[in-house]
């Protein structure tokens, strides 16, 4: 069974309680709940954290290496300043969605440059909880076209063609 790490960064263990006219109502459990069941539906298992620390996400993203087919991450403010979770998903080359509740590009300027997206297959700003949803379906859909592919050619490689002048 495919199995994908989902990741949420600092102060979002606080959804639903503060903030709620950027953030919304909804609770981070609920979002987790609502995950959980459309993974039983498209028949892959999530493992799900959230922590404040960067070097603890640090960590889990290294573990995601063996045993993890994709990550879905929302860094919350590491988006903004952290290399150190760059480098990471850029070593564990899994796929990975970022995903933001807010609409990332209509708020305050310094919230416009993530440091994830360029190491991202995708990212998804601005729907909400929803983000969430949407962001499993693209990766699970996008592990299944990259499983039904074929095999890279194992033969001889291709002459060089000499250019036509
Ligand atoms: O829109 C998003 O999902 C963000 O990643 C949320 C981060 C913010 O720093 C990013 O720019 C965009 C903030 C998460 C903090 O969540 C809170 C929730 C309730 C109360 C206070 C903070």
Redesign the pocket.
Known sequence: MRRVMVLH????N??????ES??GTTTLDTIDASLSKLSDDLGVELDIRQSNLEGELVTWIQEARSGYHGIII????Y??TSVAIRDALAAVDLPTIE????N?YR?EEF?RQSYVSGVALAQI?GFGPTGYLLALRGLCEHLSSKGSKPAPRTGPARRAQTPKR
């Not at 960064?9 to 979002?12: F, Q, R, V």
């Not at 995903?99 to 807010?102: A, P, R, T």
């Open positions: 960064g600092p102060n979002l606080l959804l639903g309680t503060r903030e950027v953030y929302n860094p919350a403010a988006t903004h995903v933001h509740l807010s990332i708020r919230r700003s």
